[in-house]
Structures are given as structure tokens and as C-alpha cells.
């Protein structure tokens, strides 16, 4: 899996653009395998930016492709630079809003499909979030809320 992160979004700078989806007092977040020192990473839907792409496009089709969700986009939250193994990101963290759609796992069309890294979707409360060891997910990100 390290080989297919770094093949494909290792050795540059990318711009992420992530969404904080609250629904009922939970926040969605996807966990990513291959990342991080547990070897997976929970983090809010979102990813690279595409050149001449807005943001809110950006994160609309993240969003859609990641969690078959449509959303709104909402205000700017926060920034997180993400550098590990080869892996360098400056993310940007912004509030979203379900318009239509029913939460499903999605695909990530950037990589193969024995090479996804989505495995999964799940609501968490900022309880539950903050019991999970520091290197399951962006801490950082969390200490907002």
C-alpha cells in the first residue's frame, strides 16, 4: 500500500479539500487504509484538488465520489499540513451540508480497484473521537470543535 500512496500522491505538495459533515452530533469521517502509523487513517470526506477546479467543486465531488452524498458547502473551519512518509498535503477543513443522498462507501477513481484505500464511513461523536489514539486521525482537526 505504501508503494501506492507514494506512486500516486507522494513526492509533491497536494491541496486537499475536506469536508466536516455534522449530523446529529456526529461528524463523518472515512477511514483510509495504508495511512498513518496504525496503518489506517480516519479523516473527513475530501481530497486533491484538480487545476483550474474551485474548492466547492472540489469538495463536491470528493464528497459524491467518497460517500455518494450531494452537498453544500459551507465557511472555512480550518488548515492542517499532513506530512508523513512521503505523503505531503495542506489540507483545507470546511463545513458541509447534506442536500440529497444516502451514505454508501465509495471509490476513489485515482487508484485501481485492488488498490483503493477507502474501507470505510462511520458518524462519530467528538467523544468518540477524542478516545482514539492520537495516530488514527488528525487530532489537530478535532481540538476545534
Known amino acids: 500500500m505504501e508503494n501506492t500512496l507514494e506512486k500516486n500522491f507522494g513526492g509533491r505538495i497536494r491541496v486537499r479539500i475536506c469536508g466536516i459533515l455534522i449530523e446529529n452530533e456526529q461528524i463523518l469521517l472515512c477511514k483510509h487504509k495504508g495511512l498513518g502509523e496504525a496503518g489506517f487513517l480516519w479523516n473527513p470526506p475530501g481530497g486533491g484538488a484538480h487545476f483550474g477546479e474551485t474548492y466547492t467543486n472540489t469538495l463536491k465531488r470528493e464528497f459524491l465520489e467518497e460517500t455518494n452524498l ?3 458547502v459551507g465557511k472555512f ?3 492542517n499540513e499532513f506530512i508523513r512518509k512521503g505523503i505531503h498535503a ?3 477543513f470546511f463545513e458541509v451540508k447534506r442536500i440529497e443522498g444516502i451514505l454508501k462507501l465509495g471509490t476513489d ?7 483503493q484505500m477507502l474501507v470505510d464511513l462511520k458518524f462519530w461523536s467528538i467523544e468518540e473521537i477524542r478516545q482514539l489514539p492520537d495516530h488514527q486521525f488528525h487530532k489537530r482537526i478535532f481540538d476545534y470543535f
Open 70 to 72: 450531494k452537498i453544500e
Open 77 to 79: 473551519l480550518i488548515f
Open 90 to 92: 495542506l489540507e483545507l
Open 109 to 115: 477513481p485515482e487508484l485501481s480497484m485492488e488498490e
